[in-house]
């Protein structure tokens, strides 16, 4: 089983940049891919990207694409987002979220098992 908590949310203007981290426990984060999510007030939540567990394939909902980044560092049991040129339309609460182990990083949230706490972005306009 799998801890996840997220941090590095925050309040930032339009245009500007925010590198979110998951934080992982236990020796096997490696077995894990890792998703990020996001639900804004009165709205579904929503994928936004995604890592595997191995050889580290990434994945992006179209919104995102060149804008976001998501990396991971197994050494340190950690899975970044690094958010650049930030939209107001980006301002939600944004989750980490792990498949089984050895899962796929898939784009709907039913396929994730664990979940961690999620982290406030806010962009202004």
């Known amino acids: 089983q799998v801890q996840l908590v997220e941090s590095g949310g925050g309040l930032v203007q339009a245009g500007g940049s925010l590198r979110l981290t998951c934080a992982a426990s236990?020796?096997?984060?490696?077995?894990?891919?890792v998703g990020w999510f996001r639900q804004a007030p009165g709205k579904e939540r929503e994928f936004v990207a995604a890592i595997s567990w191995s050889p580290g394939t990434t994945a992006y909902t179209d919104s995102v694409k060149g804008r976001f980044t998501i990396s991971r560092d197994n050494a340190k049991n950690t899975v970044y987002l690094q958010m650049n040129s930030l939209k107001p339309e980006d301002t939600a609460v944004y989750y980490c979220?792990?498949?089984?182990?050895?899962?796929?990083?898939?784009?709907?949230?039913?396929?994730?098992?664990?979940w961690g706490q999620g982290t406030q972005v806010t962009v202004s306009s």
């Open positions: 236990g020796p096997t984060f490696n077995r894990y891919g």
């Open positions: 979220a792990a498949p089984p182990p050895y899962g796929s990083a898939l784009r709907t949230p039913s396929a994730y098992n664990y």
